[in-house]
Antibody, heavy 120, light 106 residues
Framework: EAQLVESGGGLVQPGGSLRLSCTAS????????MNWVRQAPGKGLEWISYIYARGSTRNYAESVQGRFTVSRDNARNSLYLQMTSLTVEDTAVYYC?????????????WGPGTMVTVSS | DIQLTQSPSFLSASVGDRVSFTCRAS??????LAWYQQKPGKVPKLLIY???TLESGVPSRFIGSGSGRDFTLTIDSLQPEDFATYYCLKTYPQGPFGGGTKVEIK
């Protein structure tokens, strides 16, 4: 069974940095595009980044462009999100999600999420 | 950048009702759209991809339609477990999500 598990969330002060990780199992991680999605408390879903299977192409939502960097290590079945210059508006549950190429790249497997709280 | 607008934001309905809600893209996106269901405290669940293809294991009462700019998710005969928030997502390439439609019990 394909599974994703995020880690690295926590409490950070405004202006600080944090690195999230997502570990995959049960599928060939290196064959899939991966995404980060977040959800602020009581709010809707926000796609924030994707990275192609080989890492050659990455894209970001305008809200995180220039502050967040997505990367992956296919040998470790791991996806990462380096977050810098954090603000209170970045407080959210952060999910990693797999893009399924045979399903129009829709996100078919999600991790349980990791909470990031930006507060002084 | 492409924007997705969902309407209505809230919908009250009864068990057994047929309900529909829409997702409009700011520019044509062919059939590059997916629909998700999310219940409180839970991870989003993929229902439909490529605008109208039912994800494996999803009940056939969920029907996706549309292409270009206008898309619709219909739930034929609403069940108690269907009360949730529904989101559309532009795919290929990814992003953004629509703002969501919350389906509540009347």
């Amino acid at each position: 069974e394909a599974q994703l598990v995020e880690s690295g969330g926590g409490l950070v002060q405004p202006g600080g940095s944090l690195r999230l990780s997502c570990t995959a199992s049960g599928f060939n991680f290196g064959d899939f595009e991966m995404n980060w999605v977040r959800q602020a408390p009581g709010k809707g879903l926000e796609w924030i980044s994707y990275i192609y299977a080989r890492g050659s192409t990455r894209n970001y939502a305008e809200s995180v462009q220039g502050r967040f960097t997505v990367s992956r290590d296919n040998a470790r079945n791991s996806l990462y999100l380096q977050m810098t210059s954090l603000t209170v508006e970045d407080t959210a549950v952060y999910y990693c999600a797999r893009g399924a190429p045979h399903k129009g790249d829709a996100f078919d497997v999600w991790g349980p999420g990791t909470m990031v709280t930006v507060s002084s | 950048d492409i924007q997705l607008t969902q309407s209505p934001s809230f919908l009250s309905a009864s068990v057994g009702d047929r309900v529909s809600f829409t997702c409009r893209a700011s520019q044509a996106i062919r059939t590059s759209l997916a629909w998700y269901q999310q219940k409180p405290g839970k991870v989003p669940k993929l229902l439909i991809y490529d605008a109208s293809t039912l994800e494996s294991g999803v009940p056939s009462r969920f029907i996706g339609s549309g292409s270009g700019r206008d898309f619709t998710l219909t739930i034929d005969s609403l069940q108690p477990e269907d009360f949730a928030t529904y989101y559309c997502l532009k795919t290929y390439p990814q992003g953004p999500f629509g703002g969501g439609t919350k389906v509540e019990i009347k």
